[in-house]
C-alpha cells in the first residue's frame, strides 16, 4: 500500500531558529501534499496545500513567510518553520493524495518543541 | 467555510454499539472520510463514503446523507483498544480534505 515517511519524528529546538520536516511518499507520485498542524486534544487543521513545481496554498490565517513550502517533486514536499517561537509548539503531520485515488496517506507526524 | 462539526467527547461500554454523529456543509462535497487517531500517532484510515447510503467493514460501519450533509460513524462491539479521537473529514474542491473538531471517545468496563 501507499506510503508517506516523514521525518523526523520529533525535534527540539531554540527559539530564533529554524526547522525543516520533510514529507515524502516512498511508492507513489503525490501530485498533491498537504500540511497539517494539530494543537494537543484539538483536531488536525490544515496549514496548505503544496502542488508539485508550484507555489503552495495557505489557509487563512497562516502566514506564508514563516511557514515555507517546498514540494520540488512528485515523492517530497518540505515543511520549513522560520524563526521558530514556544507557540509553534505542535504535531505537524503531511498528508499525500495520488492523482485518480480517492485516499490520501498520512506521515507519521513530527512533533516540535520550541525552547 | 465548511464547518464540520461532531460531538467533543462519547463515553461507551465495552461490547456495546456507539454512534458517532458529524454534519458538514454540503456545498463542494467530494466525499467524507472517517480516520481514528490515538494519542500522540497519525490518522488511521476507517471509511470513505461518497454515495448515500451505509457502508459496512467488519465493526465499523460509515453512512452518509448528502442532502442532509451528515455521516455517522458506527462502531460494534466495543473494545477497550477502540478509546481514540474520531475525526469526520471532507473532501473538497482541489483534493483538499478538511478535518472536523473531532470525537474523543472513552471505551469503559
Known amino acids: 500500500g501507499a506510503v508517506v515517511s516523514q521525518h523526523p519524528s520529533w525535534v527540539i529546538c531554540k527559539s530564533g531558529t529554524s526547522v525543516k520536516i520533510e514529507c515524502r511518499s516512498l511508492d507513489f507520485q503525490a501530485t498533491t501534499m498537504f500540511w497539517y498542524r494539530q494543537f494537543p486534544k484539538q483536531s488536525l487543521m490544515l496549514m496548505a496545500t503544496s502542488n508539485e513545481g508550484s507555489k503552495a496554498t495557505y489557509e487563512q490565517g497562516v502566514e506564508k513567510d514563516k511557514f515555507l513550502i517546498n514540494h520540488a517533486s512528485l515523492t517530497l514536499s518540505t515543511l520549513t518553520v522560520t524563526s521558530a517561537h514556544p507557540e509553534d509548539s505542535s504535531f505537524y503531520i503531511c498528508?499525500?493524495?495520488?492523482?485518480?485515488?480517492?485516499?490520501?496517506?498520512f506521515g507519521s507526524g513530527t512533533r516540535l518543541t520550541v525552547v | 467555510g465548511q464547518n464540520i462539526d461532531q460531538p467533543t467527547e462519547m463515553t461507551a461500554t465495552e461490547g456495546a454499539i456507539v454512534q458517532i454523529n458529524c454534519t458538514y456543509q454540503t456545498s463542494g462535497f467530494n466525499g467524507l472520510f472517517w480516520y481514528q487517531q490515538h494519542a500522540g500517532e497519525a490518522p488511521t484510515f476507517l471509511s470513505y463514503n461518497v454515495l448515500d447510503g451505509l457502508e459496512e467493514k467488519g465493526r465499523f460501519s460509515s453512512f452518509l446523507s448528502r442532502s442532509k450533509g451528515y455521516s455517522y460513524l458506527l462502531l460494534k462491539e466495543l473494545q477497550m483498544k477502540d478509546s481514540a479521537s474520531y475525526l469526520c473529514?471532507?473532501?473538497?474542491?482541489?483534493?483538499?480534505?478538511?478535518f472536523g473538531t473531532g470525537t474523543q471517545l472513552k471505551v469503559e468496563l
Open positions: 498528508s499525500a493524495h495520488k492523482q485518480g485515488d480517492y485516499g490520501y496517506t
Open positions: 473529514a471532507r473532501g473538497g474542491g482541489g483534493n483538499k480534505l478538511t
